[in-house]
């Protein structure tokens, strides 16, 4: 919500928090940062005054009049003061929208899970769903299935329902070529759908050409990528031993021996996994918010 009505991406306004403490937002129970209406208008202001060629890194440590006053002597007319208490009320609405999908999860109410869904979907961009909302849903899930509220075989129907219903936001990016495209693929047929979709939205969201081809073999994988004349791989893995016969570095081994060209290679996985690698020269990348800053830098 900060990012939508600051018109700043999620992944500037974490990196400025980070770098300048331009804004100290509170945190939520669920994790989510919590943006005040003065942080918002400062946020704003930044925007503006940076698209208008003042260097961050001169006015980040300003405060909220200040800024003000900066921006009077670049536009040469008076700040109009703007009204955003409408983030209040989003906030509100959204954390009631959580506290709804909890309690829906728990009873496997799935027309109210569904409901709740739609309500997201509406409220937040395809980013802020990828990078904190889809990540708190699941482990919500995973939360309540430990507690026994909910059954493995009910987790599959809502992991089902989840990809279903956000695979939508994935046609709103104009594909027409693949060119400089990523495929986007899992080392091992026991994949991760749930971090394969925040990839997928994280790459629309960027507005980066994809495909997903899910697993393949590495000699399937490098005659789609030969045909295709796609030449960046964004690879998921969940363990460095992919199989009781094949590791990591011996999948990649194989793909190498097929291809005629030396890809671009982007892994997503635990840092573990980085730690028993013997390559130097794939990217790793270990959360959506890493993969979001990667795509960002492209």
Known sequence: MASQLSGLRSATIRAWEKRYQVVTPERAENKHRLYSELDIEKLTLLAELTELGQNIGKIAKLDLEELKRVYETVMKKPYEQRDFSGASRDKLNFDKTLTNLSLAISNFKLDIIFHELIKIKNILTIEEIALSTLPFIFEMIDKKLNKGDITRGEVKILEH?????????????????????????????????RSLLIAELLFTAQKRPHLTVEYLSPKELALTMTNLKITSLFLYANEYQLTID?????YLDELAR?????????????TAIQEKM???????????SELDLFLEKK
């Not at 046609?171 to 495929?183: R, V």
């Not at 094949?246 to 011996?250: A, E, F, H, P």
């Open 161 to 193: 329902l989840i990809q279903q219903h956000f695979a939508s936001l994935l046609l709103q990016t104009d594909q027409k070529s693949l060119e400089n495209a990523f495929i986007i693929a899992s080392s091992c047929p026991t994949y991760s759908q």
């Open 246 to 250: 094949q590791n990591l570095d011996q």
């Open 278 to 288: 013997n390559r130097k020269r794939c990217h790793f990348v270990t959360t959506p």
């Open 258 to 270: 097929f291809l005629t060209f030396s890809p671009q290679i982007v892994i997503n996985g635990p």
